[in-house]
């Protein structure tokens, strides 16, 4: 079965259970799980009920895709995400932008948790992010590689503004004016699972990056392709400081994601609510 025809039987089993026209697209990061609360759910799906979509096996990733409203927008939103280490291939883990799309959603709103490299930033502080880098030799691979199906989208998509400027000012925006600290961001992706060593650190640095992590920006390739204007928001939820490193608790890293929550809830939910 080629990659369309995956997409219209995902489509079409959500169809069946849940009627709406979605207009945004949210994925929900480590320890974002909560924010899935903000919607007027209509439907909550188990991902293992969607046809071909896979199964997250992370902690804190509920594994399901909450249709309904926010405020007066109708979006999707997926409480849990899928990775490249968990063992899936890059057009696996962002089938779900695919379905997004083919649903109806014209934004994708991506959001993560993320390792800071900026010394100006600090842990729990939001970073909006401007731009991304994805080389092949840091994350490995490129969901876009392959037989390029026209009925998705062009064989190469323009990157030169990945990130919405719109989006990205909204959102500056709206930490303004709720007193949220919120910093413009470049994020590398790399692979993982294992997390970078200080020399590691150094060279990402060196080449322009602010926050590091290991999703989000296969997600945002396959958005772009689609025709999706895409937002990317990250919980800086450690300091990756070459000098200064300490061991990283993923139990930690859950615990300033889930305390920083409230923060991303805020920014996203209104922005949401200024696309009606």
């Not at 030799?137 to 390029?148: E, T």
């Not at 919120?182 to 990402?204: I, M, N, S, W």
């Not at 990317?232 to 990283?248: E, F, K, Q, R, Y």
């Amino acid at each position: 079965m080629e990659l369309y025809e995956k997409i219209h039987a995902a489509e079409q089993a959500i169809r069946s259970r849940w009627t709406g026209k979605p207009k945004v697209g949210i994925i929900l990061g480590t320890g974002l799980g909560g924010f899935a609360d903000e919607v007027d759910a209509e439907q909550r799906i188990p991902y293992e009920e969607i046809p071909h979509f896979p199964e997250s096996t992370v902690e804190s990733h509920a594994g399901r895709l909450v249709c309904g409203t926010l405020g007066d927008t109708t979006v999707v939103a997926m409480e849990g995400r899928f990775h490249y280490y968990e063992g899936y291939s890059m057009k696996e883990l962002t089938f779900p932008v695919r379905v997004m799309k083919a649903l109806g959603c014209d934004y994708l709103i991506v959001s993560n948790a993320c390792g800071g490299m900026n010394p100006q930033h600090t842990k729990g502080d939001i970073a909006v992010i401007e731009d991304h880098i994805n080389l092949i030799g840091l994350m490995g691979n490129n969901p876009l590689i392959g037989k390029n199906d026209e009925r998705l989208g062009p064989r190469f998509p323009d990157l030169s503004e990945p990130y919405d400027r719109e989006l990205m000012d909204r959102a500056l925006s709206i930490a303004l004016e709720n007193k949220i600290v919120a910093h413009k961001a470049v994020y590398v992706a790399v692979a993982g699972p294992t997390l970078e060593t200080r020399a590691e650190y150094r060279f990402l640095r060196s080449i322009g990056a602010d926050v590091v992590g290991m999703s989000t920006v296969p997600e945002v390739l396959v958005g772009i392709h689609s025709g999706m204007r895409c937002l990317g928001l990250s919980i800086i939820t450690d300091m990756c400081l070459p000098d200064a490193l300490h061991p990283v608790d993923i139990k930690e890293v859950i615990e300033v994601a889930n305390a920083a929550e409230p923060k991303l809830r805020t920014i996203v939910r209104e922005t949401v609510k200024s696309l009606a």
